[in-house]
């Protein structure tokens, strides 16, 4: 298991811009998929990006070209830069970490931090 912890949401307007940061328990290396996912109120929580071990990294259409995921194997922390944001990314954004074993998957979710956009 690995506790993970979201940092760096809050209030923003408009075309501004927020960092996000996931700090885990334990060294990261070996987790094979590190994401963030997204919930507003009264919607089903979706996926915004993904980087895998090797670096590679996907996107939702929704965030392509705003948002940025990145990851850092040493500080065991996983990042998610946010630009030009609009209202509808207004949502608890939650972090994800995915690990494939011989005996089955290992999932762990952050607690969430709130991001708020205003028009």
């Known amino acids: 298991q690995v506790q993970l912890v979201e940092s760096g949401g809050g209030l923003v307007q408009a075309g501004g811009s927020l960092r996000l940061s996931c700090a885990a328990s334990?060294?990261?290396?070996?987790?094979?998929?590190m994401g963030w996912y997204r919930q507003a109120p009264g919607k089903q929580r979706e996926l915004v990006a993904t980087i895998g071990s090797g670096g590679g990294t996907y996107y939702a259409d929704s965030v392509k070209g705003r948002f940025a995921i990145s990851r850092d194997n040493v500080k065991n922390m996983m990042s998610l830069q946010m630009n030009s944001l609009k209202p509808e990314d207004t949502a608890v954004y939650y972090c994800k970490a995915i690990k494939y074993s011989a005996s089955g998957v290992e999932e762990n979710w952050g607690q969430g931090t709130q991001v708020t956009v205003s028009s």
């Open positions: 334990r060294s990261i290396i070996n987790i094979n998929v």
